[in-house]
């Protein structure tokens, strides 16, 4: 193979510099990435070694556009690692993952790179904050330890990259092995017949000869507990779910382990403390406040609500039993069940006449499917997104599908960053696990989630940043999810609900009676989602602060008893061996994010109520004070700009039933 066969080794010729996926091959990316990574290097070390005195031009904006080729392989590599994933896929990941370590190991320990960074002036306050976050990224990277420590440090980001990449793939392979199958119909009454279809084509696709399979989603809860009449085929589910992730039992002790020993060699007591010291919450205590300001509420919540479940059921609850039983409540408390509402959540009408049409309404935003344009898989659809004046935005990939070499749960990434340095625009993909049928029709949770996911996608495409650094979702962890969240306030909007909640067969609207009662229902169920949220939450708070060593399964349990939150009807959403967010996801320490940015959320859904809601006008404001400047500008500072002052927390708690 010639060096000009390899499509990554110069920028993409495609609208948009969207990757040529149709050109791309697995024997391109090992030497892709052996190129991309010492041109790299060649460059850092012209930055390092300039005998001229540092400014920002040649040394921090050098920086900015250094990588190039690297970041292509990259983002396209672990794109497909996560989206459509191989054999040979998961082979190149092992063995890429620990050199990518070493690599930027290797840019933040040079002594000689972070004493020019040292040495610049910055001339405006763009320039100024840019400087200040290189500073603190290689002081966090440890450039300001000795020889020895910085030896010990580099060992341990190659073996956590390591453990990392050998935990999702065990997950991966554990969760497929573990779906659940089943041979005779009858023990799937409850479910609609094009969910029945469903189960039936999944099987085909694994290669199964008759019967049926029941894949398992990321989270504890499995969708179909809440509609199997078959209590034993719901405990046999529940049962294959919290069972995942045996083989990472011993290896995530392993990296609570390193990642303290890493977070005290660079000065901080424990790894929470190092995460919290880059977000906006500042300190582990302001995180351990707010927790334990909702636990109490909540727990008392959830007791209710499984007393009034066993007073329906006339037993004890089981966590297979919960969703199955409150689906029973939900319908006799508001005339509502979930299989009712799916055949008016059709998966195009979601897509086009809810999300997109409120991003049109919201924003001015219209879209146009480029079916000339190929995605890294045969299920991804791509659309161009223009501005309300005809100009162009970017582009948006949309991979809504479940599929065996896809990872569980839902995300967004970016294909190509916006930049005015580089006069890049965004291409960016939403990934979801929704079961193919024909039609696709959604739970109100997926629809929920296509709206969140999109939220993401929308502060990528939004992005109106100078410098690679700032953009799209470059801010801190504990603040990406605010726009995201946001955005799923459209999912029940009545312009934007009644405009996509069509039946899927008749085209007839949602009667406004099950719209009314649907919308009543939200605050049902409170007190078990947020339970099984801040279990979640605080066993990841415990990992990373009070981990001293013994199995996983033990410190699991004392961790949630001693968090208050040990109610055995209501599982963790995630149990550890298959909590992938802190695992190999990047939310280590920092899961509480989720509740943290729902606090800007539901204070961000108060404007928009206080300003009339679906107006031009406060999209235009939620988008050039917030959502175009990504990383530039301090977090909660473009808060306050959108908002007119700090967050407050009583509109979270009024929407969680907590006040």
Do not use: C
Not at 52 to 62: K, L, M, S, V
Not at 536 to 562: C, I, K, P, V
Request: aromatic letters at 10%.
């Amino acid at each position: 193979m010639t060096q000009t066969a390899n499509p990554f080794l110069s920028p993409s010729s495609l609208p948009y510099q969207l990757p040529p996926f149709q050109e791309i091959r697995e024997e391109h990316y090992v030497p892709a990435f052996e190129q991309g990574m010492a041109e790299h290097l060649a460059e850092i070390a012209a930055i390092a070694d300039n005998p001229e005195p540092p400014t920002f031009e040649n040394t921090i904006e050098a920086l900015e556009r250094s990588g190039r080729l690297l970041d292509r392989v990259v983002t396209v590599f672990f794109n497909q690692a996560s989206s459509d994933t191989t054999p040979g896929v998961q082979e190149i990941e092992k063995g890429v993952t620990p050199k990518l370590s070493k690599h930027g190991d290797a840019i933040h320990l040079n002594p000689r790179l972070f004493a020019r960074i040292r040495a610049v002036q910055a001339a405006n306050e763009e320039q100024q904050w840019l400087l200040e976050r290189y500073l603190t990224d290689f002081i966090r990277a440890g450039a300001e330890l000795g020889e020895e420590e910085q030896a010990r440090l580099r060992e341990l980001n190659e073996e956590l990259s390591t453990l990392a990449t050998t935990f999702q793939q065990n997950l991966l392979a554990d969760t497929n092995a573990r779906a659940v199958i089943v041979e005779d119909v009858a023990e799937l009454d409850g479910l609609s017949p094009d969910a029945v279809q469903g189960l039936q084509e999944t099987a085909k696709e694994r290669g199964l000869d008759a019967g049926y399979l029941v894949a398992l989603a990321l989270p504890t809860r499995q969708p179909a507990l809440s509609e199997l009449t078959h209590r034993g085929l719901r405990e046999r589910i529940h049962k294959a779910s919290v069972g995942r992730g045996a083989d990472n039992a011993e290896l995530i002790t392993r990296v609570a382990r390193l990642r303290e020993e890493r977070a005290r060699l660079l000065g901080y007591a424990n790894h929470a403390e190092y995460v919290l010291a880059d977000q906006t919450a500042g300190s582990t205590q302001a995180v351990t406040d707010m927790l334990s300001r909702l636990v109490p509420p909540a727990v008392a919540n959830a007791r209710k609500e499984q007393s009034d479940l066993e007073e329906i059921a006339g037993h004890a609850i089981q966590p297979w039993d919960w969703e199955f039983y409150a689906e029973k409540v939900r319908k006799a408390r508001y005339d509502i069940d979930s299989s009712r509402m799916r055949p008016y959540f059709e998966l195009n009408s979601v897509l086009e006449r809810g999300v997109f049409y409120a991003a049109q309404r919201l924003y001015g935003l219209t879209f146009r499917e480029r079916a000339d344009l190929q995605g890294y898989h045969p299920d991804v659809r791509v659309f161009e997104v223009f501005n309300e004046d005809g100009s162009p935005l970017g582009l948006f990939l949309g991979d809504f599908f479940a599929r065996a070499s896809k990872r569980g749960g839902a995300w967004m990434n970016s294909l190509v960053k916006q930049s005015a340095l580089d006069g890049t625009r965004p291409v960016v993909v939403n990934n979801l696990n929704i079961v193919k049928g024909e039609p696709t029709l959604l739970t109100f949770d997926e629809v929920n989630t296509m709206f969140h996911e999109f939220g993401h996608a929308l502060h990528g495409l939004f992005s109106d940043v100078h410098y690679p650094r700032f953009s799209g979702t470059a801010v801190p962890r504990d603040f990406v999810e605010y726009p995201s969240q946001v955005n799923e306030m459209w999912a029940t909007d009545p312009e934007i609900l009644a405009n996509y909640a069509k039946h899927y067969e008749t085209g007839e609207p949602m009667p406004q009676e099950l719209v009314d009662r649907m919308l009543e229902s939200q605050k049902f169920n409170q007190g078990f989602a947020t339970v099984e949220y801040l279990a979640a939450t605080l066993l990841d708070w415990a990992w990373h602060t009070s981990y001293t060593g013994g199995d996983a399964e033990t410190f699991e349990a004392e961790a949630l008893r001693n968090a208050g939150v040990d109610v055995p009807a209501v599982p963790p959403r995630y149990r550890s061996t298959y909590f992938a967010h802190i695992w190999s996801s990047g939310y280590s320490a920092g899961y509480y994010s989720y509740i943290w940015s729902e606090v800007l959320d539901a204070d961000t859904v108060e404007w928009f109520k206080e300003n009339g809601g679906l107006r031009r006008e406060n999209g235009d404001r939620f988008r050039q004070r917030l959502l175009s400047r990504g990383g530039s500008v301090e977090a909660l500072t473009a808060f306050r700009d959108f908002r007119g002052r700090d967050p407050q927390i009583e509109p979270l708690l009024a929407r969680r039933g907590l006040i």
